[in-house]
């Protein structure tokens, strides 16, 4: 069973501390933390948790990548990138333990020039080929076109289910294309129908609008949970009580989550439940760490599930 997860758009985000943080002049830094950013990157390390491989895919900036690269060779997690010009965005985020305020800046990012992009585009179209499911989720950098999702759906589409988490004009132009499944929050599924919502029948009646041509549909809720939309049927989960961490990675245990649910042959409330279980296990912990398939099993059915249509 192959996997291919794309990643356009990695960042690092770096967590420093300072004494005191001195605006125009030095201040002297300790490294906290280090993370990496990459939806698709993480869909591949939640499945690797699971015991399931995936190839890692997209375009990584030449500059200050290495540590990216070290930590999916650690993580196991096979990787084939197109390697472009520029640096890998740095959100940096300062600590100043004098007033333990947060002080973020947040790097843009390089445009990633156009031949680097077609040279991703025929490295996905051959990777995509041998790959039964193609994961495609985050952000594009500067450079890319309004259609460019869209023409990675229609090529993996050939030989893959499509799984896709993103947002505004890619996710609008994309869903044309028709997807096997997509994923958005539900302030990005409100984006997409151009309407907000009152109650969850209201978002139920649209996903099964949207159900003609996309067969799986997702919108998650954050702490409210989730609805699922299969075969002209929707459900509703609503998790069970957590303390909360961090909602890093949350959207993308959930992405992960229905990968395996679906290689596993999980029915459809199985599946909602395990997707659900996944994300809230993750919103419980704390940073950029993530749920385990053995505690993901274990609290399942603590999920509530409820048919909305
Ligand atoms: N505070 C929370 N409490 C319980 N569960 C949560 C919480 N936040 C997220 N979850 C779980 O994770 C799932 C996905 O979260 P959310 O809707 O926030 O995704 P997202 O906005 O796509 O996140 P991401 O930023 O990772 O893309 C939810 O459906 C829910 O199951
Ligand atoms: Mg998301």
Redesign the pocket.
């Known amino acids: 069973m192959n996997i291919l997860t794309v990643t356009l758009n990695p960042c690092l985000d770096k967590t420093v501390r300072v004494e005191k943080l001195n605006i125009s002049g030095l201040s002297r830094a300790e490294i906290e933390k280090v993370d990496f950013g990459g939806?698709g990157i993480n869909v591949s390390k939640i499945l690797k948790n699971f015991g399931t491989d995936s190839i890692s895919t997209g375009i990584m900036p030449m500059g200050n990548s290495r540590p990216v690269f070290d930590y999916m060779a650690k993580k196991e997690i096979e990787n084939d990138y197109v390697i472009s010009n520029g640096f890998l965005r740095t959100n940096l985020k300062v600590l100043d333990l004098s007033t333990n305020e947060i002080t973020e800046i947040n790097e843009k990012g390089p445009e990633i020039e156009e031949k680097y992009i077609n040279d991703f585009a025929d490295k996905f179209t051959r990777l995509s080929a041998m790959c039964e499911y193609v994961v495609i989720s985050g952000s594009l950098p500067r450079g890319f076109s309004e259609d460019f999702y869209a023409k990675l759906v229609e090529i993996a589409s050939v030989s893959s289910k499509v799984i896709l988490?993103c947002d505004g004009i890619q996710l609008k132009n994309a869903i044309e294309k028709k997807p096997y499944m997509i994923?958005p929050?539900?302030y990005e599924f409100s984006g997409l129908m151009g309407r907000e919502y009152k109650t969850d029948e209201e978002i139920a009646e649209d996903m099964l609008k949207l159900n003609k041509d996309i067969p799986c549909i997702i919108v998650?809720?954050?702490?409210d949970?989730?609805m699922f939309c299969f075969e002209g049927q929707v459900i509703k989960?609503t998790?069970f009580e957590?303390e909360?961490g961090s909602?890093?990675?949350?959207?993308?245990?959930?992405v992960g989550a229905m990968v395996y649910a679906e290689i596993n042959d999980f029915d459809f409330e199985k599946t909602a439940r395990f997707a659900?279980a996944c994300?809230?296990l993750?919103?419980s912990k704390k940073g950029s760490e993530v749920c385990e398939l053995q505690e993901a099993l274990e609290n399942m059915d603590r999920i509530k599930v409820e048919k909305v249509k």
């Open positions: 939806k988490d994923k929050n539900i998650s809720m954050g702490e949970g989730a989960t998790p957590i909360f909602s890093v990675c949350a959207g993308d245990s959930m659900t994300g809230t993750t919103a």
